[in-house]
């Protein structure tokens, strides 16, 4: 029998709202049980200050530029991440820490994917094993350094029972999908990087009212789609130099273009705008004769307008459901992935695969620091 170990993923998404927290029990192979799941906001500071960052880093020499601010927001993301675990792990002595950090750039081509967290720090104020950077061996071994849950998202389908074949699809800042064609030992996998997911939408939101999002997709529902400003954007987006990226970052897309509509409006066109990026992946990836169950997780998936028009624009059959109807929440799906690849880091196992980030061989990564 496969030894068992306590582990909390911590998780910070593109949105950068927050931590996602998760505490789970795994083998790091076949099987895992969730103990715990529990939903951290960042104060108004550091919300604020991550996207106005953020929002200034288009390269590495801003990236360079900004160090100062970035290292002081670090600290302040590692402190608020500390307290996390002294109060979930109140109890647990051996418990093993999976941080993911906050991610602020990446530039798959470049090789650099900068999360901010200071796991050294962490294990210093925790007394917790750190396990942290995630992506760099990847990157280093030809990778693109995401998306790393996949290797997760076969775990849950096999744990669940899920029919099989089936594609995972994750709305987060960015979307990507899953497809998996057989059960978890074959590690038959591929996944891949769509484009925006809810970045555009909630940059546009957050930029033009007091509101950080789109609550159900209630602000584009009450807009009308501007189709020319529609139009070019996507000729500009089927014509642009990154098309055989594999990884995205936010700062990969702009709200530029729909600059002067109504708020209403530009949510209604960058609604349209993502759901038709969504949906032409989908066709390609999917099998067209045979229709496939497409499960939805992450915070796009509260997005009904959203999800309304994949579904519209899809030319294939698809059962688009959320993740949810099979008891899993799809809230805390990417941190209990790091909780889970923390302990296949810790067994030295791989966490990444040629099909999944296309690094050259399935190898395993993140630093460990603490005994």
Excluded at 124 to 143: A, C, E, S, V
Excluded at 339 to 351: D, E, M, N, Q, S
Aim: charged fraction near 25%; proline fraction near 3%; glycine fraction near 8%.
């Amino acid at each position: 029998m496969q030894k068992k170990y306590t582990s909390l993923g911590l998780m910070s998404g593109t949105s950068g709202d927050g931590v996602d927290a998760s505490i789970i029990n795994t083998n790091g192979i076949d099987h895992y049980d969730v103990i715990k799941d529990k939903y951290f906001e960042y104060d108004t500071e550091i919300y604020k200050k991550f996207h106005s960052i953020k929002d200034k880093i288009f390269n590495l020499n801003d990236l360079h530029k900004l160090s100062n601010e970035i290292n002081d927001l670090e600290r302040k993301i590692t402190l608020f991440n500390a307290k996390i675990v002294k109060e979930l792990n109140h109890t647990n002595k051996k418990i093993i820490v999976g941080f993911h950090g906050q991610t602020i750039y990446h530039n798959s081509q470049n090789k650099i994917s900068k999360q901010l967290g200071d796991g050294k720090l962490l294990h210093q104020l925790t007394k917790k094993k750190i396990i942290f950077r995630f992506r760099d061996n990847d990157l280093i071994n030809g990778g693109e350094g995401a998306p790393l849950t996949p290797i997760f998202h076969q775990l849950i389908v096999s744990q669940k029972k899920i029919k099989l074949p089936v594609c995972i699809l994750n709305i987060g800042g960015i979307s990507n999908i899953t497809l998996i064609k057989k059960p978890i030992k074959s590690f038959d996998l591929f996944s891949k990087d769509i484009g925006p997911g809810n970045c555009l939408i909630d940059s546009w939101i957050r930029k033009n009212s007091n509101k950080n999002f789109d609550f159900k997709g209630e602000i584009a529902a009450s807009g009308k789609k501007n189709d020319i400003i529609f139009e070019q954007a996507q000729e500009l987006y089927n014509n642009r130099n990154n098309k055989d990226k594999l990884s995205f970052d936010t700062n990969d897309f702009d709200i530029s273009f729909v600059r002067g509509l109504t708020l209403e409006d530009g949510a209604s066109t960058l609604t349209d705008f993502t759901a038709s990026i969504i949906s032409e992946t989908l066709s390609l990836v999917l099998d067209k004769e045979k229709p496939i169950d497409v499960l939805v997780c992450g915070g796009g998936r509260k997005n009904k307008v959203l999800l309304s028009s994949i579904i519209k624009k899809l030319p294939i059959s698809i059962n688009l459901k959320s993740i949810d109807e099979y008891k899993i929440n799809g809230d805390f799906i990417e941190s209990q992935a790091f909780a889970f690849l923390a302990i296949r880091c810790l067994k030295k196992l791989p966490i990444s695969f040629p099909t999944t980030t296309n690094c050259e061989k399935p190898i395993t990564g993140g630093e460990i620091v603490g005994n």
